[in-house]
């Protein structure tokens, strides 16, 4: 089954690094993505990485995967106060209809 | 890149009444469209799933009646909340996904209903 988790809250301040952590139980993830949701807004894709992949790397972002233990990462550097807002991971599996399985989200809170 | 337009943004009803909300592709032809819903500080559930010209496919618990979905053409799919109570008060948002270089998910900006 799917079971996506990660935890609820991170509060960072301006110009630190942010990690926001994602657990999976299905080992069958082909894609696993990071959307960022602004409050009242629809979800924003940030990035995403094949479940072949170790790490990505895209500007501020950077997504590590660790397969064997079903983490996955994704690390902001700089992190803006711009960048407060719930950040969910979400899987697709390989037979799942195309589903995206959503993680619990993360609500990042930059202080200044 | 690939657009997702979600109207209304935001509706209030009355009890009773229906409500439709409307998903459109802008820029690329979505063979599938993914409505989900979403309760304050909570994640996506997804509703349901619907293919171009072939009927929905929903999700366990998810009263197809209620939801009314339409996918009529490759570049609208509609989410009708039939006969609205208070408890359907939510986010609703729609999610596209294409072909070729339009494979990815691209989400629609979310419809805020609420039922008074």
């Known amino acids: 089954g799917e079971d996506v988790e990660q935890s609820l809250f991170l509060s960072v301040r301006e110009g630190d690094s942010s990690v926001i952590n994602c657990t999976y139980t299905?080992?069958?993830?082909?894609?696993l993505y990071w959307y960022k949701q602004e409050p009242g807004a629809g979800l924003q894709l940030l990035t995403y990485?094949?479940?072949?992949?170790d790490m990505k790397q895209d500007q501020r972002l950077t997504v590590l995967l660790n397969k064997k233990d079903k983490h996955l990462s994704l690390r902001i550097a700089d992190t803006q106060t711009g960048d407060s807002a719930i950040y969910f991971c979400?899987?697709?599996?390989?037979?799942?209809?195309?589903?995206?399985?959503f993680g619990t989200g993360t609500q990042l809170k930059v202080e200044l | 890149g690939a657009v997702v337009s979600q109207h209304p943004s935001r509706v209030i009803c009355k009890s009773g009444t229906s409500v439709k909300i409307e998903c459109r592709s802008l820029?690329?032809?979505?063979?599938?469209m993914f409505w989900y819903r979403q309760f304050p500080k909570q994640s996506l559930m997804l509703m349901a799933t619907?293919?171009?010209?072939?009927?929905?496919?929903?999700e366990q618990g998810v009263e197809k009646d209620k939801f009314l979905i339409n996918h009529a053409s490759l570049t609208l799919s509609t989410l009708t909340v039939t006969s609205a109570h208070p408890e359907d008060s939510s986010f609703y948002i729609c999610?596209?996904?294409?072909?070729?270089?339009?494979?990815?998910?691209?989400f629609g900006s979310g419809t805020r209903l609420t039922v008074v």
């Open positions: 999610s596209a996904r294409g072909g070729g270089i339009y494979y990815g998910y691209t």
């Open positions: 299905d080992s069958s993830s082909t894609y």
């Open positions: 990485i094949f479940s072949n992949m």
């Open positions: 979400a899987e697709s599996v390989t037979g799942g209809g195309n589903k995206l399985t």
């Open positions: 820029d690329f032809q979505a063979t599938t």
């Open positions: 619907s293919n171009e010209g072939s009927k929905a496919t929903y």
